[in-house]
Structures are given as structure tokens and as C-alpha cells.
């Protein structure tokens, strides 16, 4: 990717939901919500604190994360559709077991 976030910005991936309920329905995609859990794909720098030292984040590429439903602002970027946020929005990590058992 030929993009790079600048200060305390993240790109995510967002990574779909299962197309079946746990009963069996078949979910169209009409119905589907937009899922709220991502890939981390590119991580800024880091923001600046008053001294102007770099506060490192705490996310870092390839991240399963979990984010706020109207979190970051949508681009295309290579033709592939990625969230642009700062790392506030994104509300934690997911364990790396879990995220296994979920793709």
C-alpha cells in the first residue's frame, strides 16, 4: 500500500460478518450491518504531546480490532474500501486465539 497515516491515525480493513445466523438462515446482503471489527493495515507515527515527544500507539499492523459503528471516515484506497481513524476510536484488541476462531 502506497499510503501512509500521518500522527495518531490508523487504516483498518473491515472484516466481514458470517453470512449465516447461528441457526442456518442465509443473511442477504441487503440486511447485513456493516461489521464494526477490522484489520489494522497502516498505523501513523504517533501524536505529539506538549513536550513534542512521540507518544507511540498502541495498535500495530495486522491488529484485529474492534471500532465504533460510525468510526472513521471511508476511503479507496487501490480499489480496496479502508476506514481512515484516529486510535481513540478504535475500542480495543482483539485477543489473537479469538480472532483466530472468528475468521
Given at each position: 500500500?502506497?499510503?501512509k497515516?500521518?500522527?495518531?491515525?490508523?487504516v483498518?480493513?473491515?472484516?466481514?460478518?458470517?453470512?449465516?445466523?447461528?441457526?442456518?438462515?442465509?443473511?442477504?446482503?441487503?440486511?447485513?450491518?456493516k461489521?464494526?471489527?477490522?484489520?489494522v493495515?497502516?498505523?501513523?507515527?504517533?501524536?505529539?504531546?506538549?513536550?513534542?515527544?512521540?507518544?507511540?500507539?498502541?495498535?500495530?499492523?495486522?491488529?484485529r480490532v474492534?471500532?465504533?459503528?460510525?468510526?472513521?471516515?471511508e476511503?479507496?484506497?487501490?480499489?480496496e474500501?479502508?476506514?481512515?481513524?484516529?486510535?481513540?476510536?478504535?475500542?480495543?484488541?482483539?485477543?489473537?486465539?479469538?480472532?483466530a476462531?472468528?475468521?
Open positions: 500500500m502506497a499510503f497515516p500521518l500522527h495518531d491515525r490508523v483498518v480493513r473491515r472484516v466481514e460478518s458470517e453470512e449465516k445466523t447461528a441457526g442456518g438462515l442465509i443473511i442477504p446482503d441487503s440486511a447485513k450491518e461489521p464494526a471489527e477490522g484489520e493495515v497502516a498505523v501513523g507515527a504517533g501524536a505529539r504531546d506538549d513536550d513534542g515527544e512521540r507518544i507511540a500507539l498502541d495498535v500495530k499492523v495486522g491488529d474492534l471500532f465504533g459503528k460510525w468510526s472513521g471516515t476511503v479507496t484506497i487501490d480499489g474500501e479502508l476506514l481512515i481513524m484516529k486510535e481513540s476510536d478504535i475500542m480495543g484488541i482483539m485477543d489473537g486465539s479469538k480472532a476462531k472468528a475468521a
